[in-house]
Structures are given as structure tokens and as C-alpha cells.
């Protein structure tokens, strides 16, 4: 659980035999604050933490107040930081061995029912090692490290991470950057770097659409191919990409890429003229009969 010095984002990333861990553990508000709240959880520490933040406690001010009303805080292990970077971090003498936490400029790293009592300053020292790293790829790379030392000792099941932006928004479901769940697998960190590949992937193809709508050709295309090399096994995403390259001077090679969609997923072909009859997609009358007939 982290704040970003450079972008002041906001983030918890969670691994844990434990099924839908991230229902439970990760929370955080864009521009407010990010709360990991796990061992023997209660939730609650996760929406009124944000709140209290919110109001302009500190994370050190937040964790005390809650824990002070908590009749079984000994049982808790909880982590949070607000958008000044300020870190607090409490493990309960009752959380099961090995229970522990790490924390440095900006974060904490936390584990509990763990193999090893390295668990958690592996992760620390992962995280600061990486700096370099945007940020969810850094979050997870602690992950990494924590399962290398050892991780939980009942094995592994679930993974999640959310991450929000360091500006307040009016809603405080706005400002979600990352936000990724792995319920059930034998490796989640494995599939959690995969889901987030491929959120990079469409994140470049969003960059591409912006880029096409203010004329800027050149650096669409550019775009569009950064997208489409993270996830080239993506048809959907292909299939958008050749429909947005029908307006630029690569029309040949989106033709091409559309073509061989409809060949792998009939389906599209379908779903293309139920578009242009629905005027949902501007598609010009040549294209459509060079590709349907």
C-alpha cells in the first residue's frame, strides 16, 4: 500500500489464500487517501478511513481513531496512507505468526499467516528497489517478492490491485486508474501481471481514438501499434483498431486487419453491419463493400 512521489497516485496490491481477497483488503479514494485493512478484517476501516481522510486526518490520525473504538483491534492488521504520502501501519498482537509490516517513504508492506518473518521486508525492499517502475507494475513487483520469501503459508488463491489518481474528484468513484480482481487461480500474481498487460494494451488504444479525433494521424497509428503489440491475441481489441484505421492513410492495412478478424470470429462480420445500419460507427459506403460485399 503506497503513494506514488511522481504521479501522487494512490494504490494497495494484495496477494492472499483467500478467496475475492480484493473485495475485502483494497481501498482508496482518488486525492484521499489508500487503505489495506486484512488478518481477521474489518471492512469498515477501509470506507470510514477514506472518509475520515477525507475530512483532513491524517493517516496516523485516521488509524488511531478507529482502532480506539475497536473492541477486537489486537485481531486487525491494518495499513494506510493519505495524499500526503504519510503512512500509518498496525499489526495486532493476535494476528497469526508470522505477522509483520515494513514501512518506508510513502508506503507499507504487510503480511500475516506467512511463511517467513522476511515476508513483508522483502516486499519493502522490492518496492523501493524499483522506483523506476510505473506505478501498479512497482506494487505488484512487492507482491512478487513476498511470494519469493516465502508468502502465505496456506498457499495462494487470490490478487488484486486498485490504484486512483492524486486528485480529489467530486464522486468518490472517480479516479479509478487501476482496478483489477483475480478470484480464483492456482498463480494470481501471474494473472494479475497479465490483466494488467492488458489494461496497458487498451489504455494505448484509448490514446489512439483521442489522438485520431484531433486529427493527429501520425501518432494514432503509433499509438494504435503500441496497443495491439502488448495484447495481439486480443480480437476485439484488433477488430476496433482496423475499424479506426479505415481513416487514416494505413485504410489498406486496417481493411486487412478487419479481414482477418471476420475469418477467426465470423461474429464481427455480423456485428459490423448491424453498426453501419445503426449509424453507431461511421463506416463509408467503399469500406463496407470491400469487406462484406
Same mark, same amino acid.
Given at each position: ?5 511522481? +504521479? ?7 496477494? !492472499? ?18 487503505? #489495506? ?11 470510514? @478511513? ?18 480506539? *473504538?475497536? *473492541? *477486537? ?21 493476535? $494476528? %497469526? ?11 507499507? $508492506?504487510?503480511?500475516? %499467516? ?6 513483508? +521486508? ?9 522506483? @523506476?517502475?510505473?506505478? =501498479? ?18 498457499? /495462494?488463491? !487470490?490478487?488484486? %490491485? ?25 498463480? =494470481? ?9 492488458y489494461q496497458r494494451g487498451y ?28 495484447? =495481439?491475441?486480443? /480480437?476485439?481489441? *484488433? ?11 494505413? /485504410? ?16 464481427? #462480420?455480423? %456485428? ?7 449509424? +453507431? ?13
Open positions: 500500500m503506497a503513494r506514488d512521489a511522481k +504521479t501522487g497516485h494512490l494504490g494497495v496490491a494484495v496477494q !492472499s489464500h483467500y478467496f475475492s481477497v480484493g473485495s475485502v483488503v483494497t481501498w482508496a479514494r482518488a486525492g484521499v487517501g489508500a487503505v #489495506a485493512t486484512q488478518a481477521m478484517a474489518e471492512v469498515s476501516y477501509g470506507p470510514l @478511513g477514506l472518509d475520515l481522510m477525507a475530512s483532513g486526518k491524517s493517516a496516523k490520525e485516521t488509524l488511531e481513531r478507529l482502532l480506539k *473504538k475497536d *473492541k *477486537k483491534r489486537e485481531t486487525r492488521q491494518v495499513a494506510m496512507v493519505d495524499r500526503r504520502g504519510r503512512v500509518a501501519a498496525r499489526t495486532g498482537s493476535q $494476528c %497469526i505468526p508470522f505477522a509483520g509490516s515494513a514501512s518506508g517513504e510513502g508506503y507499507s $508492506c504487510q503480511g500475516n %499467516i506467512m511463511r517467513s518473518p522476511r515476508v513483508w +521486508t522483502a516486499m519493502g525492499s522490492a518496492y523501493e528497489r524499483n522506483e @523506476g517502475m510505473p506505478f =501498479p507494475e512497482r506494487l505488484v513487483s512487492a507482491l512478487e517478492a513476498g511470494e519469493r520469501a516465502g508468502g502465505d503459508a496456506r498457499g /495462494r488463491q !487470490s490478487s488484486a %490491485i486498485l490504484v486512483v489518481d492524486g486528485r480529489r474528484r467530486p464522486a468518490p468513484w472517480e479516479g479509478r486508474v487501476v482496478e483489477l480482481r483475480v478470484e480464483d487461480n492456482p498463480e =494470481p500474481n501471474v494473472e494479475l501481471k497479465r490483466l494488467l498487460r489504455e494505448w488504444v484509448d490514446k489512439g481514438d483521442n489522438y485520431l479525433s484531433s486529427k493527429k494521424y501520425k501518432d494514432a497509428l503509433n499509438a494504435y501499434a503500441a496497443g495491439l503489440r502488448l495484447v =495481439p491475441e486480443v /480480437r476485439e481489441l *484488433k477488430y476496433w483498431v482496423g475499424l479506426s484505421m479505415l481513416k487514416t492513410r494505413e /485504410r489498406r492495412k486496417g481493411l486487412g486487419m478487419l479481414r482477418e478478424v471476420f475469418k477467426e470470429e465470423p461474429e464481427w #462480420a455480423e %456485428i459490423t453491419k448491424r453498426m453501419a445500419k445503426a449509424r +453507431t460507427f461511421a463506416i463509408d459506403r467503399r469500406s463496407l463493400e470491400e469487406l462484406l460485399g
